[in-house]
């Protein structure tokens, strides 16, 4: 396989969101030269591949395309010779999701997919499993880039590059597209014209902006989005549109990311979530009725192009990012963009060696950070503790660790210490037996001894 005749694999290619994946690459059929797609998935995402398989035939069909696009289970078929991996999977499917949202909701704290304890759940789930993905990377297509956008794509992403050793690695997540759509329609400034710097950790960055004319809008921005007379309006649609303070955010002096909102305004994101799982319409089951109204209709085989639900789906722009993340790099177009990388000095409060999410071109080589600096210190404080919870997490989910487990919960912001940190983290290691091997002999010494814990979390999920 050359570079002038690409094969590019996607795992979790049943997803819902790869009609938008293969909208992306059909965009920019003249800058990449694509000769195969490998969408893989496992046995429990067959039916899921096959539906959405067909979609992107019939895509690349209508568009006049000679692409060759392989469905397959077989992960070592789809990586073999390949010159970019993209990941886009869920370990334990929504139905994981589900346990990480409502267990830490049941007991009236925050249940969420990234955010405190079912983000470090998902990230126990999936860090070993990227890990044995690059294994085989480094077997059959040892100079593939990997494009991520797996969440938590910071840990995945820090796990691939630091304990795996792949250092042609990308994270990608869709929150700074959404920022930079709204500065732009905010200030009625073309996005072309405005110079962005976002810097910080996935679903944990802040940003700055700049005109041509080399003015900062920052401050501007923060009165039009967060002023008193504004509604602090989110263009996310999977968490809950809480107003921010207006003086927090005027006196940090830089535009937050959505997800602070859990951080920031905690007592009423938690409210709501516990609203929510009362009324059974967490938000991981939402997305499940969503994602099934999608293959309903990803089942038309009239149906060549991407449907205008899927932006219901939260994750709107990911895929295109991938896209145009590859395209940055075979074309060497640099693209200015803001991904998850190695930080090597760009934010200097943070381990020279960690991932961080920071934008600037991305070339052939890969990505360029724009210098960042130091954070001032009521944002330096908080991104540590986060830096430092995602790297015990990490840690935890490769070792199998209780202790470094353990350790991560009390260190999260939002999992409180003492009994119920260890609660919490029983309980849903108890939930996800089936996909944390690594754990196993801590799962097994749990229900030995607490089969109250057992039986709580067995009578919890009778009702999802």
């Known amino acids: 396989m050359t570079r002038n005749a690409l094969k590019i694999a996607t795992i ?19 800058e990449l030269p694509i000769k195969e797609i490998w969408l893989v998935d496992i046995e429990a995402g067959k039916e899921k591949l096959e539906t959405v398989g067909a979609m992107a035939k019939r895509m690349v069909k209508a568009a006049g ?3 060759e696009v392989h469905l397959t289970l077989d992960r070592r078929a789809a990586l073999k010779d390949a010159d970019f991996v993209s990941t886009q999977f869920r370990v334990g499917l929504l139905d994981a999701r589900i346990k990480d949202e409502r267990i830490p909701l049941s007991h009236g704290v925050l249940g969420q997919e990234t955010n405190g304890a079912g983000g470090m759940f998902k990230a126990f789930r999936t860090i070993p499993v990227i890990l044995g993905i690059i294994e085989d990377m480094k077997e059959l297509c040892p100079d593939a880039w990997l494009v991520n956008f797996t969440n938590p794509a910071g840990m995945v992403t820090e796990a691939a590059i630091k304990h795996g050793g792949w250092k042609k690695t990308a994270g990608l997540c869709n929150v700074p597209i959404g920022h930079r759509k709204q500065a732009a329609e905010k200030l009625g400034i073309p996005e072309e014209d405005l110079f962005f710097k976002f810097a910080g950790i996935n679903h944990f960055h802040w940003h700055r902006v700049w005109d041509k004319q080399g003015n900062e809008r920052t401050q501007k921005l923060i009165d039009l989005i967060y002023g008193p007379q504004e509604d602090s309006e989110s263009h996310l649609k ?5 107003p921010f303070h207006y003086e927090q955010i005027k006196d940090l002096g830089m535009l937050p990311c959505g997800y602070h909102r859990y951080y920031y305004i905690e007592d009423e ?4 979530s516990i609203e929510e799982f009362e009324k059974g319409e967490t938000r991981a089951q939402v997305v499940k009725e969503t994602e099934a109204r999608l293959f309903e209709l990803y ?9 205008k639900e899927l932006e219901q789906r939260g994750g709107t722009h990911y895929s295109d990012a991938a896209c145009e993340l590859i395209a940055s790099i075979h074309n060497d177009k640099r693209t200015d963009m803001v991904v998850s990388t190695e930080n090597n000095g760009t934010i200097t409060d943070l381990p020279y060696d960690c991932v961080v999410e920071v934008s600037g071109p991305v070339t052939a080589h890969g990505h360029e950070p724009y210098n960042w600096g130091a954070f001032p210190a009521a944002a330096r404080g908080i991104i540590q503790v986060m830096k430092g919870m995602e790297e015990t997490v990490i840690r935890a989910a490769i070792d199998g660790d209780y202790g470094a487990a353990l350790h991560a919960f009390t260190i999260n912001p939002l999992v409180p210490g003492g009994a119920m940190a260890k609660t919490l983290l029983d309980e849903l290691l108890v939930a996800h037996k089936e996909h944390l091997p690594n754990f196993a002999e801590a799962i097994v010494k749990i229900e030995k001894e607490q089969p109250d814990t057992v039986a709580y979390v067995t009578e919890l999920m009778k009702s999802n």
Do not use: F, Q, V
Not at 299 to 307: A, E, T, V
């Open 12 to 30: 979790g290619g049943g997803s819902s969101y790869t009609p938008e994946l293969i909208e992306g690459y059909i965009k920019r059929k003249d």
């Open 65 to 67: 395309l000679d692409w």
């Open 238 to 242: 999977n968490i809950h549109n809480a």
């Open 269 to 272: 994101m938690l409210k709501h």
């Open 299 to 307: 089942k038309d085989p009239n149906l060549d192009y991407k449907p």
